[in-house]
């Protein structure tokens, strides 16, 4: 009868080390509360990563069209809202026939005065902080008509005209800080802006157009220093 007894009261002393039910419940409530809790603080620190990156993004869609429209507007202001033409990725296009007689490199006497504004409004683009800290090239391109021609060379050095000429009326052109910014090239007839081969087709796609470009490379590192921070 002893040696019952002392059993019954070992295993009465070992029940007392289990938790109860009521014990393991709750401790299950407490961590997924505490999964809860983290995957909440996870949520807002990812929504907030994601509307900096969203606002960084639109801030250099904003800077690539503002440029642009500046430009728009020194070239409105000087030969009319008629002459000029907004292409894809903002690109802004003023009639050749504006700048050069046809068939010719050399820059007319309206075309001079266009661009002396133009040049202006450029040197003034740079000098902004906010608009060329992401700005990697001001690119000026030569299209011509499809009329038989030696249109590659007469496209580019169109273009190269144009810089050479604003440099010559903004000497600033000719400092690195600014002719960093500036770059020409010439695309023939191959990139036209209106079909067919009528007259006035082919004079909408004799043009002189600008091409902002970005730097890539310095806000997508933008980018990763936002996505790095959380």
């Given at each position: 009868?002893?040696?019952?007894?002392?059993?019954?009261?070992?295993?009465?002393?070992?029940?007392?080390?289990?938790?109860?039910?009521?014990?393991?419940?709750?401790?299950?409530?407490?961590?997924?509360?505490?999964?809860?809790?983290?995957?909440?603080?996870?949520?807002?620190?990812?929504?907030?990563?994601?509307?900096?990156?969203?606002?960084?993004?639109?801030?250099?869609?904003?800077?690539?069209?503002h440029i642009s429209d500046l430009i728009e507007k020194r070239l409105e202001e000087n030969?009319?809202?008629?002459?000029?033409?907004?292409?894809?990725?903002?690109?802004?296009?003023?009639?050749?026939?504006?700048?050069?007689?046809?068939?010719?490199?050399?820059?007319?006497?309206?075309?001079?005065?266009?661009?002396?504004?133009?040049?202006?409004?450029?040197?003034?683009?740079?000098?902004?902080?906010?608009?060329?800290?992401?700005?990697?090239?001001?690119?000026?391109?030569?299209?011509?008509?499809?009329?038989?021609?030696?249109?590659?060379?007469?496209?580019?050095?169109?273009?190269?005209?144009?810089?050479?000429?604003?440099?010559?009326?903004?000497?600033?052109?000719?400092?690195?800080?600014?002719?960093?910014?500036?770059?020409?090239?010439?695309?023939?007839?191959?990139?036209?802006?209106?079909?067919?081969?009528?007259?006035?087709?082919?004079?909408?796609?004799?043009?002189?157009?600008?091409?902002?470009?970005?730097?890539?490379?310095?806000?997508?590192?933008?980018?990763?220093?936002?996505?790095?921070?959380?």
């Open positions: 009868m002893r040696k019952r007894r002392w059993r019954n009261e070992e295993e009465g002393t070992k029940s007392y080390f289990w938790p109860s039910f009521t014990d393991m419940m709750a401790m299950m409530v407490l961590v997924m509360l505490f999964i809860a809790i983290i995957a909440y603080i996870q949520s807002i620190y990812n929504a907030y990563e994601q509307t900096e990156v969203r606002h960084e993004l639109a801030k250099v869609a904003d800077v690539k069209k030969v009319g809202k008629d002459k000029i033409v907004r292409g894809p990725n903002n690109t802004i296009a003023v009639e050749g026939n504006i700048l050069f007689d046809t068939g010719s490199a050399e820059i007319s006497t309206q075309g001079k005065k266009v661009l002396a504004q133009l040049s202006d409004a450029l040197v003034q683009i740079i000098d902004e902080q906010e608009l060329s800290r992401y700005l990697y090239i001001i690119l000026i391109e030569g299209h011509t008509d499809s009329v038989p021609y030696d249109n590659w060379t007469l496209s580019t050095e169109r273009a190269v005209a144009v810089v050479k000429y604003m440099a010559e009326v903004n000497p600033k052109f000719k400092e690195q800080k600014y002719a960093q910014y500036i770059a020409a090239t010439g695309y023939s007839e191959y990139k036209p802006i209106a079909e067919g081969n009528g007259e006035e087709s082919l004079q909408k796609n004799r043009r002189i157009s600008f091409q902002i470009i970005l730097d890539d490379e310095k806000w997508q590192n933008k980018l990763k220093g936002i996505i790095s921070e959380y």
